[in-house]
C-alpha cells in the first residue's frame, strides 16, 4: 500500500511517500494545460480519472509513458525486471486497454550500458513519422535516443544518440520526468525536487535540451488529488491540448 503524508513547505503542500510506489495502478488522473497560463490544473478540458483495463500480472507500474500519435493515444509500462520490454495500451475510447490498436509487446535494442533504464519517455515525432524512446544517461546530464524501425525501439534509429540537457536549476528532479513533441517544439519537462506542484520545462534548441528555451521555463501543477501518484509524471501533446497524467488506483 502506498502511504502519503502531507507537509506545508513555503507554502506548497508535499507529498512524501512512506511506502513504496502504488504496485498496482488502475486508472490515470489527468488534467491539461491551460492557455495563456502557467498552470496545469486537473480536469481541465478532461476526463479527470481514465482506467486501464487488461494490464499484463507482471506489469511495471513504476515505470511508464505516454504519446498521441496524431490517431491513437497511447500508454506504455515496462515488463518486472526487464529492461528492453514494454507493453502498450490504446485508448478505446472509454479505457486504456491492453493491445487495444496496438502491438502487444515491444523491444528495445541496443541500449549503451550508460542508459538509465529505471524511467523512461516515448513520443511520436509527426514531422518524420517516428517513435521515439528516451532514456535519460546515468549522470542523468544526456539523453540516450531511440526510433522505432517497425520491429523494435533500436538504439540510434533516425535518430541522434545522445543529446544533451543544459542549464536544469540545481533542485531539478532528475528521477521524475517527461519529454513531448508539439508539432513544432520538442520539449523536456522535469519536476522540482520535493514538490509536487512546479515542473521545469526545456526545449529542443538544435543542439541540446536547454532549460526555459522557447518554453515557460517553469509551470504550475493544481488540483490533482491526493490519490495521485506523485513519484512520476506522464506528458503529451495531443494535436490541442497538453496534457498531464499522474497514476492512481
Same mark, same amino acid.
Given at each position: 500500500m502506498n502511504i502519503k503524508k502531507s507537509l506545508k513547505v513555503m507554502g506548497a &503542500? &508535499?507529498?512524501?511517500? +512512506? /511506502?513504496? #510506489?502504488?504496485?498496482?495502478a488502475q486508472s490515470l488522473n489527468q488534467g491539461a494545460y491551460i492557455p495563456g497560463t502557467d498552470t496545469y490544473q486537473f480536469g481541465y478540458n478532461s476526463i479527470a480519472n481514465i482506467q486501464? #483495463?487488461? $494490464? !499484463? $500480472?507482471?506489469?511495471?507500474y513504476k515505470r511508464s509513458a505516454i504519446a498521441h500519435d496524431g490517431s491513437t493515444y497511447r500508454l506504455y509500462f515496462f515488463k518486472k525486471d526487464s529492461n528492453n520490454t514494454l507493453y502498450q495500451f490504446g485508448w478505446n475510447g472509454s479505457v *486504456?486497454? *491492453?493491445? *487495444?490498436?496496438s502491438i502487444p509487446v515491444l523491444t528495445i535494442t541496443g541500449a549503451p550500458a550508460d542508459a538509465n533504464t529505471q524511467s523512461f519517455g516515448i513520443l511520436y515525432d509527426n514531422s518524420t513519422s517516428t517513435y521515439r524512446l528516451y532514456f535519460l544517461s546515468q549522470d542523468k546530464n544526456s539523453l540516450h535516443q531511440f526510433g522505432w524501425n517497425g520491429s523494435t525501439y533500436q538504439y540510434g534509429y533516425? #535518430?541522434?544518440p545522445v543529446i544533451p540537457i543544459t542549464g536544469a536549476p540545481a533542485d531539478a528532479d532528475k528521477n521524475r520526468w517527461e519529454i513531448l513533441h508539439d508539432g513544432s $517544439? *520538442?520539449? +523536456?519537462y522535469f519536476a522540482k525536487k520535493y514538490v509536487n506542484d512546479r515542473l521545469y520545462q526545456f #526545449?529542443?534548441?538544435g543542439s541540446s535540451y536547454q532549460f526555459g528555451y522557447n518554453s515557460i521555463p517553469e509551470l504550475k501543477v &493544481? /488540483?490533482? !488529488? $491526493?490519490?495521485?501518484?506523485f513519484s512520476s509524471f506522464d506528458i503529451l501533446y495531443d494535436g490541442s491540448a497538453y496534457r498531464l497524467y499522474f497514476l492512481a488506483p
Amino acid at each position: 500500500m502506498n502511504i502519503k503524508k502531507s507537509l506545508k513547505v513555503m507554502g506548497a &503542500v &508535499v507529498f512524501m511517500a +512512506l /511506502g513504496a #510506489s502504488f504496485a498496482q495502478a488502475q486508472s490515470l488522473n489527468q488534467g491539461a494545460y491551460i492557455p495563456g497560463t502557467d498552470t496545469y490544473q486537473f480536469g481541465y478540458n478532461s476526463i479527470a480519472n481514465i482506467q486501464i #483495463s487488461g $494490464a !499484463p $500480472a507482471d506489469t511495471d507500474y513504476k515505470r511508464s509513458a505516454i504519446a498521441h500519435d496524431g490517431s491513437t493515444y497511447r500508454l506504455y509500462f515496462f515488463k518486472k525486471d526487464s529492461n528492453n520490454t514494454l507493453y502498450q495500451f490504446g485508448w478505446n475510447g472509454s479505457v *486504456y486497454q *491492453y493491445g *487495444y490498436n496496438s502491438i502487444p509487446v515491444l523491444t528495445i535494442t541496443g541500449a549503451p550500458a550508460d542508459a538509465n533504464t529505471q524511467s523512461f519517455g516515448i513520443l511520436y515525432d509527426n514531422s518524420t513519422s517516428t517513435y521515439r524512446l528516451y532514456f535519460l544517461s546515468q549522470d542523468k546530464n544526456s539523453l540516450h535516443q531511440f526510433g522505432w524501425n517497425g520491429s523494435t525501439y533500436q538504439y540510434g534509429y533516425n #535518430s541522434i544518440p545522445v543529446i544533451p540537457i543544459t542549464g536544469a536549476p540545481a533542485d531539478a528532479d532528475k528521477n521524475r520526468w517527461e519529454i513531448l513533441h508539439d508539432g513544432s $517544439a *520538442y520539449r +523536456l519537462y522535469f519536476a522540482k525536487k520535493y514538490v509536487n506542484d512546479r515542473l521545469y520545462q526545456f #526545449s529542443w534548441n538544435g543542439s541540446s535540451y536547454q532549460f526555459g528555451y522557447n518554453s515557460i521555463p517553469e509551470l504550475k501543477v &493544481v /488540483g490533482f !488529488p $491526493a490519490n495521485s501518484d506523485f513519484s512520476s509524471f506522464d506528458i503529451l501533446y495531443d494535436g490541442s491540448a497538453y496534457r498531464l497524467y499522474f497514476l492512481a488506483p
